[in-house]
């Protein structure tokens, strides 16, 4: 191939555009042979599916088929989630990438997909949404039911047509169900059967007769099959979308399954432009005999003049800068050609300019044969949509109506009753329905119960904090000769600067590092929020200066005129003197927390004894469920983590008062040794648990058999002490550690000895969390969910190098901050863990011994919802500011890597993993 050779390739759904590869290689011979100047062109067609993974996986393959060297462009793809994908990665190469058919309104982002055009409109009010409200209207139909599909595509497409419908148009949306896929992308047929068991058809206030099918081709036929086989309301009016009107079944023809003479389906597809014509006459002059089409297929003149447009803009570029795909762009953006779909222009966002559509209707022919027919056209301005109600038949009601169908099912008026009738009627049923709902409410709380006791019995060694417990590190107030303390406490409310502008304020109106640009608020708009937020807690709000506000829940204030939110901070310096007066045991809580607790409630820790004085301590609050996995002999000392927060939020902003320095912007629970979910307590802050406090946690775990210790395992002498056990070379558990912790290595070396942690009340408690987080995110009963879901949430295995100092702790203890992780801070202060084992056998990590051995522990890593890490960031980002809630983990990108697949986790409870299999080598 020569330098000066223009490669482009077609990257789309070869199944379902079963056509595709013909128009594709019919459009690039057609431009060789009528312009010599593309006598350089080459092109590659490749199978892209319909999903973001296999689009990808394509994008690669025809790189490393290249030599490695990106094509110059992209013809595809057919569905918007493979072309997000698609995008996001040619962009990374500045590939300019043109798609005949994806929708979805989020890749009219230029900045996120900056090489990305297409020959439609995006999904909302600017094409098929827009054009699609306007054909109800002109129907004069008010009220429609959703049924769609949990794609990107059928988010997105949702998500606009509600924001449009429900707003400007004043839409009534009466049903909405979202039906689930499977694990392949195949439609769960219980799903739909639940979604169309839903529709309220009999309801007069909420029913409606027309029903919007928002779903890809593949899905809507089996949808529409079941609804014939079910006899699903036959009058209903199903209205598509162009992602499936105008297409055929994928499996069958339409006439073997669709036994009414008019099914009524309408919908939106490109419009038929007479220039396809033409085009289509010449494919069928290309085409062998057995390739030739009697119309042109949907999308087929956008695939041509995709092509057409592309490879018109790259040899409009001078050819040494062919690979510059800014230039490429816009020569392409500035583009008009006259093709198979009309006249092709682009928005500045790189979207086809004044998009048209065609009402489509499914009907029968004289000969009986089902098809779909132009009723009429639409666009995106007010009044644009029009058609022939001559043309339509609609189900069950006829053709040629003179009037449009209502949008509701007509629903028969009932009879009344007597009123003997129907008061012996309510009598009866309000008897029946109290002596069932006693009967069962008796039975459910001794089932309940029973669960509860059993679960209690199942989980080694809990306890229920029934105290407020501090750590012996909080500065208990002392007394003085005459018997008595005072606290006095500074406080100093402050915002968050931008950082260009710091240059305005003096010194002393900043507070801490300057480069944290956190400013004071004036004496009296302190005064205002401090009085606010004694009165009101972290539930309220206040206005510091006119026309600002200051939420206390999430710590923002925002000018009301404008809506612009910044940070603030509210910071605490305590100061203990001598008065005389009565002593305040609550002196070390932090302000915001102090109020709520009364003295009785708090239990001060005693100092750590001296063998243990440098290990972690634990803050309780009172209805915490904590797990004991060590205990001092003859002592009231225990180690332990955290199954339940009964106020996490709470315990975190008690260690956060206990820095050693509090006039800091920020504090770090590592400085004091002191953690929220973690560490050494006293026993007697807690009790033995009642089925009551086990209810939430309960919840939580769901099936109690994942608490118990796996089958493999040796028998369990003591569920808190940690057994390992040496794996024979010739186990197939042994091969499967060994096959995992080489496969991404890359260099050799010598296994000494691969042993499996047999720890149960670890494992219990990293189930406990691990159920947490599945139960948070896939619902009430994650045992149920697919795998591919489970497989995001929990990593299996990911790797962390150790040493021999802290191995034994680690093992029997689990990955406390204290003694792991706390030299890594580049993507947060947590625990660190890899992806690949080459990472994390370095000797920086995997500290060789004095022998020259090196450890590595095969850990499980319930990572949850994770974000990118902040360097010395002591927990993830908030996702949540209602609630308060923070992401589980966070990450860290190296070269090559994604948000889908990231090198580092990091990790900030210590439940959150479980060292499964511990590794012995030498390099």
């Keep these: 191939m020569s330098s000066e050779s223009v490669t482009i390739a077609g990257i789309f759904d070869t199944s379902s555009f079963f056509w595709g590869e013909h128009f594709f290689n019919f459009t690039v011979a057609k431009l060789k042979s009528e312009n010599p100047a593309y006598q350089s062109l080459n092109s590659v067609v490749v199978d892209a599916a319909c999903d973001e993974t296999t689009a990808v996986r394509a994008y690669w393959k025809l790189r490393t088929d290249n030599n490695n060297v990106p094509v110059h462009g992209i013809v595809g793809a057919r569905c918007s989630g493979a072309s997000v994908s698609l995008a996001r990665i040619a962009g990374l190469e500045k590939v300019n990438m043109v798609s005949p058919s994806s929708t979805s309104s989020i890749l009219s982002d230029v900045e996120e997909f900056p090489y990305f055009s297409r020959l439609v409109a995006p999904d909302d009010s600017r094409g098929e949404v827009g054009a699609l409200v306007e054909t109800l209207k002109w129907f004069d139909w008010s009220r429609v039911s959703i049924l769609s599909t949990d794609t990107i595509y059928a988010k997105d497409y949702v998500s606009e047509f509600r924001k449009l419908w429900e707003g400007e148009a004043s839409g009534q949306v009466t049903y909405s169900n979202v039906i689930r896929l499977d694990a392949n992308g195949d439609l769960d047929m219980a799903s739909v059967d639940t979604a169309l068991g839903g529709v309220p058809t009999d309801d007069p206030a909420n029913n409606s007769r027309i029903i919007l099918l928002v779903v890809q081709n593949q899905h809507a036929w089996p949808i529409l099959k079941r609804a014939e086989e079910t006899n699903f309301q036959p009058d209903t009016v199903w209205v598509g979308t162009s992602s499936w009107v105008g297409r055929s079944p994928t499996d069958s023809l339409l006439s073997e399954w669709v036994g009414r003479e008019h099914p009524g389906y309408l919908g939106l597809g490109p419009i038929r432009h007479p220039n396809a014509d033409e085009y289509l006459e010449d494919f069928n002059n290309w085409a062998p005999a057995n390739m030739r089409l009697s119309q042109m297929p949907v999308f087929a003149a956008e695939m041509i003049d995709s092509i057409t447009a592309l490879v018109l803009a790259i040899y409009q570029v001078p050819s040494a800068n062919r690979r510059d795909g800014d230039r490429v762009r816009q020569q392409l953006w500035q583009s008009s050609v006259d093709g198979a779909s009309g006249s092709v222009r682009f928005t500045s966002e790189g979207d086809r300019r004044d998009p048209m559509y065609s009402i489509l209707h499914l009907q029968r022919d004289s000969a009986g044969h089902l098809g779909w027919v132009t009723v009429g056209e639409s666009g995106t301005l007010s009044g644009s949509a029009t058609a022939d109600l001559g043309q339509i038949c609609w189900a069950t009601l006829g053709c040629s109506l003179a009037t449009v169908p209502s949008d509701s099912y007509p629903v028969p008026p009932r009879p009344l009753p007597t009123w003997i ?54 500065s208990r107030p002392t007394e003085d000769s005459n018997g008595g303390t005072t606290q006095s406490v500074n406080v100093q409310w402050c915002w968050k600067e931008t950082e260009m502008q710091m240059y305005q304020h003096d010194q002393e109106e900043i507070v801490g590092d300057q480069n944290d640009c956190w400013i004071k608020y004036s004496d009296d708009a302190n005064t205002t929020l401090e009085a606010a937020f004694k009165q009101q807690g972290w539930k309220g709000s206040a206005s510091p200066l006119p026309g600002y506000l200051v939420d206390f829940s999430s710590m923002t204030q925002t000018k009301q005129q404008t809506g612009f939110t910044r940070e603030v901070q509210r ?307 908030i996702r949540d500011a209602k609630t308060h809630t923070l992401y589980d983990s966070t990450v860290g990108l190296l070269s090559g890597d994604s948000m889908s697949n990231p090198s580092i986790y990091v990790t900030y409870h210590d439940s959150q993993a479980y060292p499964e299999y511990l590794i012995k080598f030498k390099a």
Excluded at 449 to 468: I, N, P
Excluded at 736 to 764: D, G, W
């Design 421 to 474: 009738v129907a008061l012996l009627v309510v009598v009866i049923i309000l008897f029946l329905a109290v002596a069932i709902k006693y009967w069962r409410s008796r039975k459910s709380k001794q089932k309940i119960k029973k669960e509860l006791e059993t679960f209690r019995d199942s989980v080694v060694g809990m306890r229920t904090a029934e105290a407020l417990y501090l750590p012996s590190v909080a």
């Design 571 to 877: 910071l605490v310096d305590t100061t203990n003197t001598s008065t005389g007066g009565s002593n305040d045991p609550l002196g070390a809580l932090p302000a915001s927390v102090r109020g709520d607790v009364a003295s009785s409630e708090v239990k001060f820790g005693e100092e750590l004894p001296e063998d243990i004085k440098n290990e972690p301590q634990m803050v309780l609050v009172p209805g915490d469920v904590i797990q004991i996995s060590k205990q001092k002999k003859d002592t009231d000392w225990a180690f332990g983590t955290k199954l339940y927060h009964h106020d996490e939020n709470v315990a975190r902003s008690i260690v956060s008062g206990m820095t050693s320095d509090t006039s800091t912007v920020s504090s770090d629970e590592d400085e004091v040794n002191v953690f929220a979910d973690t560490g050494w307590f006293q026993m007697e802050a807690t009790r033995v648990p009642t089925t009551e406090d086990l209810q939430a946690l309960k919840r939580n775990v769901g099936d109690t058999d994942a608490l118990n210790a796996p089958s493999h395992w040796n028998d369990v002498a003591d569920p808190s002490v940690v057994q390992v056990q040496e794996l024979k070379k010739d186990d197939s558990e042994y091969q499967k550690v060994e096959r995992a912790f080489k496969s991404s290595l890359f260099r050799k070396v010598t296994i000494s000895s691969i042993k499996r942690v047999e720890n149960l009340a670890m494992l219990q408690s990293f189930v406990v969390k691990r159920q947490t987080i599945l139960s948070r995110e896939l619902g009430d009963a994650p045992d149920a969910d697919t795998s591919r879901q489970r497989q995001r949430l929990e990593r299996c295995w990911l790797w962390h190098g150790t040493n021999v100092e802290v191995m034994d702790k680690i093992l029997q203890q689990g990955f406390n901050r204290s003694f792991c992780g706390k030299n890594a801070t580049v993507y947060g202060k947590g625990v660190y863990f890899a992806r690949d084992t080459s990472y994390s056998a370095s000797p920086t990590y995997a500290v060789k011994d004095s022998k020259g051995y090196q450890y590595i522990m095969a850990c499980r890593v319930a990572v949850g919802e994770y974000c990118p890490g902040v360097t010395n960031a002591l927990t993830p980002d």
